[in-house]
């Protein structure tokens, strides 16, 4: 069964710094990669999606991932933080049964002023 | 606009009352999911249903029933809720599975079974 990980519950940065947030995902052929933003009391929205298009990908709000293959990863970054994006974050997969998805447990990542 | 609906958005019930979340969604689309969310565990898959009268168990499927008789709608039922049924709940649909579609969410269900 196929396994996403996010490296770090919590992530808090400064206003204006880069952006880093984790995703490693096991699976044994290209999947299909996402990532979601869940803001207080609201439910997931997409940011980004990896279908094989293209590696680097560009989603809203400034956000991008990078589809490594030799790494497995998938990370999210963004360069320079805004408060507004203090919220949670999902990596997640679709399961290459292609009936679900598989997601991470989830990064919250916190701006300081 | 389109959007997936859930009602009620709080819920407190106690152990043993059934219950009914329910989820509509207004896109016409053919997948829906039900999933909740737990600290550090992020979204589990309780049911999907992949059209009408199709439906099938997610990762956790255990004390939960679901039901398509429509496909704009995709009822939660606990017949009896317990204790460690208290999550936030999130219904979503896509226009299709297996194609990286993106999913749309609902805004939850907080659930507390006492």
């Known amino acids: 069964a196929q396994s996403v990980t996010q490296l770090g519950s919590h992530v808090s940065v400064s206003e204006g710094a880069l952006v880093l947030l984790r995703c490693n995902y096991s699976?044994?052929?290209?999947?299909?990669l996402f990532w979601y933003v869940q803001y207080p009391n609201q439910g997931l929205q997409l940011l980004l999606k990896?279908?094989?298009?293209?590696?680097l990908v560009k989603g809203i709000n400034g956000f991008e991932a990078e589809f490594k293959k030799s790494e497995t990863s998938f990370h999210l970054t963004k360069p320079s933080a805004h408060m507004s994006d203090a919220a949670e974050y999902f990596c997640a997969v679709e399961d290459t049964g292609g009936f679900k998805t598989i997601f991470g447990a989830g990064t919250r990542l916190f701006v300081k002023a | 606009e389109a959007q997936v609906t859930q009602n009620p958005r709080y819920l407190i019930t106690v152990t043993g009352k059934k219950l009914t979340v329910t989820c509509s969604q207004n896109m016409n689309h053919e997948y829906m999911s039900w999933y909740r969310q737990d600290p550090g565990l992020g979204l589990r898959q309780i049911y999907y249903?992949?059209?009408?009268?199709?439906?099938d168990k997610g990762d956790v499927p255990e004390g939960y029933k679901v039901s398509r008789k429509e496909k704009r709608n995709f009822p939660l039922i606990l017949e009896s809720p317990s204790p460690n049924q208290t999550s936030l709940y999130f219904c979503a649909s896509s226009s299709g599975v297996g194609l990286g579609y993106e999913q749309y969410f609902g805004p939850g269900t907080r659930l507390t079974v006492t």
């Open positions: 990896y279908t094989s298009a293209a590696t």
């Open positions: 699976s044994s052929v290209p999947p299909y």
């Open positions: 249903s992949m059209n009408v009268e199709v439906t």
